[in-house]
T-cell receptor
Framework: AQSVTQPDIHITVSEGASLELRCNYS??????LFWYVQSPGQGLQLLLK??????LVQGIKGFEAEFKRSQSSFNLRKPSVHWSDAAEYFC??????????????FGKGTKLSVIP | GAVVSQHPSWVICKSGTSVKIECRSL??????MFWYRQFPKQSLMLMAT?????????EQGVEKDKFLINHASLTLSTLTVTSAHPEDSSFYIC?????????????FGPGTRLTVT
């Protein structure tokens, strides 16, 4: 069964500092990879996704993520964090095909706090 | 962009009553919709996959008789929590997959906060 690990439950950074949120997955093949952001009491918004091709993916709001097959990782980065980035971030995977296609498996999330 | 709405955004009901939550894709057709449950400070857990015109597929451990899912049209799926109990209190989120897109992206609704007293 596939699984997603986000090792950091809570991260606090100062506004303007760089950010990296970690995500590791366990799956038999390279799955489709996603990062979502959830503001308090809200649904999820897709930040970026990786299906194939260039392993460095650009997303919305200045975020990017890099897929590293050798490390089974898909870490999210932002060079300069804004106070409005404070939210919960979820990494997710989905199989390419077969049973469970299109079904997302989520990590437990990383809560980001931003210090003004 | 693709928009998914949920109604109501929050609901309080008494134990033993039923509650229906609607999930609508506003500007696209969705043959597949998903229902998730999120406990406080936890991740989203997939409850079921809803396919238009057919029965929903429930994840292991989810009571299909308690969480009734109907996907009667390409833009609407409903989740009915029957005989609700306080332990059913949670944040329920739906998502929809754009049938015309052919991709894996799911568009999420804003969620429904259910409180059972």
């Amino acid at each position: 069964a596939q699984s997603v690990t986000q090792p950091d439950i809570h991260i606090t950074v100062s506004e303007g500092a760089s950010l990296e949120l970690r995500c590791n997955y366990s799956y038999g093949a390279t799955p489709y990879l996603f990062w979502y952001v959830q503001s308090p009491g809200q649904g999820l918004q897709l930040l970026l996704k990786y299906f194939s091709g260039d392993t460095l993916v650009q997303g919305i709001k200045g975020f990017e993520a890099e897929f590293k097959r050798s490390q089974s990782s898909f870490n999210l980065r932002k060079p300069s964090v804004h106070w409005s980035d404070a939210a919960e971030y979820f990494c997710a995977v989905a199989p390419h095909s077969g049973a469970g296609s299109y079904q997302l498996t989520f990590g437990k999330g990383t809560k980001l706090s931003v210090i003004p | 962009g693709a928009v998914v709405s949920q109604h109501p955004s929050w609901v309080i009901c008494k134990s033993g009553t039923s509650v229906k939550i609607e999930c609508r894709s506003l500007d696209f057709q969705a043959t597949t919709m998903f229902w998730y449950r999120q406990f406080p400070k936890q991740s989203l857990m997939l409850m079921a996959t809803s396919n238009e015109g057919s029965k929903a597929t429930y994840e292991q451990g989810v009571e299909k008789d308690k969480f009734l899912i109907n996907h009667a049209s390409l833009t609407l799926s409903t989740l009915t929590v029957t005989s609700a109990h306080p332990e059913d209190s949670s944040f329920y989120i739906c998502s929809a997959r754009d049938s015309g897109e052919g991709g894996y992206e799911q568009y999420f609704g804003p969620g429904t906060r259910l409180t059972v007293t």
